[in-house]
Nanobody, 121 residues
Framework: QVQLKESGGGLVQAGKSLRLSCAAS????????IGWHRQLPGKQRELVARVTAGGDIKYADSVKGRFTVSRHNAENTVSLEMNSLKCEETGVYYCHAQVVEGIWSHAKDYWGEGTQVTVSS
């Protein structure tokens, strides 16, 4: 089994910054994609940013230029630096990873419990 533990959520004023971190632990052989999704009130969960094992990065169009995702393979961690936050980005942010648990295993999707980000005006 694999656990993803997020940290860093909280209350921040619009226009300010917040940094989220996620640490993966457990039975990890390697991690393919790892990144962040979010669920805003009344909306479906959506991709924010992800990093492939090869280092390719994808951002949602709405966060390009403001958010930066960083992957640290040695520690099995990923962070998300969020700048110029907007009130409408209030929601729950989830860490997601595709984890391979053994040399003959297929990748499995794992999710963290989520961390609340509240952006006030």
């Amino acid at each position: 089994q694999v656990q993803l533990k997020e940290s860093g959520g909280g209350l921040v004023q619009a226009g300010k910054s917040l940094r989220l971190s996620c640490a993966a632990s457990g039975n990890i052989f390697n991690i393919r994609d790892i990144g962040w999704h979010r669920q805003l009130p009344g909306k479906q969960r959506e991709l924010v940013a992800r990093v492939t094992a090869g280092g390719d990065i994808k951002y949602a169009d709405s966060v390009k230029g403001r958010f930066t995702v960083s992957r640290h393979n040695a520690e099995n961690t990923v962070s998300l630096e969020m700048n110029s936050l907007k009130c409408e980005e209030t929601g729950v942010y989830y860490c997601h990873a595709q984890v391979v648990e053994g040399i003959w295993s297929h990748a499995k999707d794992y999710w963290g419990e989520g961390t609340q980000v509240t952006v006030s005006s």
